[in-house]
């Protein structure tokens, strides 16, 4: 690497595997941020069985997928539990969505009851509902002491009931997390989880400029990030905001 | 020759006028209420024609179905010499368009649903409109597309004595949910329908191991090796895993998303030979051709509008007008001679401008939609419309899938990118991050966006839109600007 010259490793763990609802654009709006400002990426495309050092990386996107490819995803991630855990803890980067979110959980529990092991990094556990929940939401998170609202679209079937853990942020408009207790997504160290497809990232830049903050910070690097122009971001929120709030 | 499908596909023929033979329940309540339903579907067909308003391709199904629920069987039943379904993910209007064709051409009074009215109310108003007072319809043949989540509920009703089947992509999935739910749906309802026989596309992994797993006779169609259609994507692959045993699929070559030649290197389940097969394939400016191989004989097909998917289309037709005995030279000519449906590669003419109106629903199809783009000559205009209603999909993460890191690439192509609909300005969010110069990208309403893009300077103007945004387009679309070619309007019953 040269001197003063910043690359961030960003890790794209299963592209092949997990394809579902558009989720790669999260990778895509952290990536072109990055670029716009002139820091250089590396992205990693980790599909079943490749090596990756988790700890190497600064920013990890783990999706979701149909049944199937959850459990080939599951039983891969399952042998690189240790690592991954070492790097969460180390302060890595990680936004995980959907199916991937749940996985990093206690356990997921069917509706006949089985209980299928999770990774157990994070404080939580779902279970299988019997309606999906289906539809646009709006949720308030705080990025730096600020309020922000970002919008998104969830379509599971588990609830997610969290424990010594934060939630990422306030449903306002939606089901979030279970449909009951108002909370969305779960936030632990650096890892941001939700259920928001749409995907959450190129709509809600705000948030996509913490995360690369974030990673920039934990590298000791200077986090401060140029402004650019979110005029396209902002009218396409204000129009679901709009019709999802009033 | 003939006899050799006819073999395949025993039923078609002969037998299975026992099957729609069987006449409606005679009793006097069931037959009271079809005669209300017909007069009140009538009526309602009637209002919406006077008032002007929308298709009422939905409305009067619906209303009958409600009154007199036994309705759709027993006009149905009433085909003399049987159903043919088609279902899948993309092409499906286009193809039961050109089966209608074929079979029109070859002599026989048709019933046909209208474009995209595929849901069981669609289909029952198809009938309906063909159906006389006293509730009999006068028809050789019904064809029907019909929707992957309603094949099931229209099949209780409706017996197909053929299913094509075109290919299983991700479509609208907070509809659906998951594909591999979606395909098994479609697999119990066809285990249910003794003596069916099948139209597969070969090339698709989800779609050919249906013969199989149904116990059914199945005719295969499918695309040989070729190389003049570049193919753009290989990001939208749904089906690259074993549907037996879950191992990544090894691919020999193929077209386009998962479709292509391939075999499993764990169970073996490989792309079963192709009983009609297109080879040398090139695509014209408006057309594309292929050599046919089949047991008809070698024949050269001809597809008046552009688009690899289009040639999978005709050759589904071409393998449904054999299987139902049609003679290969009236098919060639019926398929040479189809036009398309509104949005499906419509042409216009703005000022010696040439305007295309194109449907997408999907990153499969919407992939197609550029790689066609990128295919015309000069420079381009481009119109992009997506609305989110519950037709369209209300979920539009999915436009995240399909590629338009293409138009980075080609963009001194591109004239300029309109984006409009319900979600034009997220739409443009997606151009902004595939890369595309922003200063291209404009954000208008509907009636601005296509005089953007008629007065343009490309050489052509291309508008892709969802479902629900493609009416409201073409209705614009057709103030400014000719239609082209005459757009086949289907009547019911010819």
Partial sequence: ??????????????????????????????????????????????????????????????????????????????????????????????????????????????????????????????????????????????????????????????????????????????????????????????????????????????????????????????AELAPLDDRLERVAAEVMLKRLLM | MRNEFQQQFQPLT????????????????????????????????????????????????????????????????????????????????????????????????????????????????????????????????????????SFPRVTRQVYPNIVVITNFFRDQLDRYGELDKTISLIREALVQLPGTGLVLNADDPLVAPLATSTGKEAFYYGLGEHHQVASFSAAAREGRFCPHCGRELFYAYYHYSQLGNYRCPGCGFSRPLADVEGTEVSQGDHRITCRLRSPAGSHELVIPVPGLYNLYNGLAAFSAGLSLGVEPGVIIGALAGYTPATGRMERFLYRDKPVLLNLVKNPTGFNEGLGALLSLPGTVDVLIAINDNDADGRDISWLWDVDFEVLEEHHHRLNSLVCTGQRGAEMAVRLKYAGVPLDKVVVENMHRAVEHVLNGSGNTAYLLATYTALWPLERILSGYAKRESRVESLPSVS
């Fill in chain 2, 14 to 149: 002969s037998d299975f006028q026992t099957s729609n033979s069987k006449g409606c329940r005679k009793d006097l309540a069931f037959r009271l209420r079809l005669i209300i339903a017909i007069l009140v579907a009538k009526a309602i067909m009637w209002l919406v024609r006077l008032l002007g308003r929308g298709k009422g391709s939905s409305l009067p199904g619906m209303v009958a179905l409600k009154i007199c629920p036994g309705i759709l069987g027993c006009l149905a039943r009433q085909a003399s010499r049987g159903v043919v379904m088609v279902t899948g993910t993309n092409g499906k209007t286009t193809t039961n368009n050109m089966i209608a064709r074929v079979v029109r051409e070859a002599g026989y009074r048709v019933v046909v649903n209208a474009e995209g009215a595929n849901l069981i109310t669609g289909v029952t108003t198809a009938f309906l409109k063909a159906a006389s007072l006293s509730g009999r319809v006068d028809c050789d043949y019904a064809l029907l597309e019909v929707d992957e989540a």
């Fill in chain 1, 1 to 222: 690497m040269q001197k003063g010259k910043v690359v961030l490793k960003v890790c794209h763990l299963y592209p092949d595997l997990l394809n579902l609802y558009g989720d790669r654009g999260n990778v895509m709006a952290y990536v072109r941020r990055c670029q716009w400002r002139g820091i250089e990426v590396e992205v990693h495309r980790i599909n079943l069985g490749d090596p990756v050092d988790f700890r190497e990386m600064d920013f990890l996107f783990l999706g979701g997928g149909s049944d199937r490819e959850q459990n080939l995803m599951a039983k891969d991630l399952e042998n690189r539990r240790e690592l991954l855990q070492a790097a969460v803890e180390d302060g890595l980067v990680v936004l995980a969505i959907c199916g991937g979110y749940q996985l990093l959980g206690k356990y997921y529990r069917t509706l006949e009851g089985h209980v299928i092991p999770g990774l157990g990094l994070l404080d939580f556990y779902t279970e299988a509902g019997r309606e999906r929940m289906i539809g646009n939401v709006v949720v308030e998170l705080e990025i730096e002491g600020e309020h922000v609202r970002v919008t998104g679209f969830e379509n599971h079937a588990g609830r997610t009931f969290l424990g010594q853990i934060s939630p990422l942020g306030r449903v306002l408009v939606g089901y979030g997390n279970n449909g009951e207790d108002g909370t969305e997504g779960a936030r632990y160290k650096n890892v941001f989880c939700s259920y928001l497809h749409g995907p959450l990232l190129p709509k809600n830049p705000r948030l996509t400029d913490h995360l690369i903050s974030l990673a920039l910070m934990r590298r000791g690097l200077p």
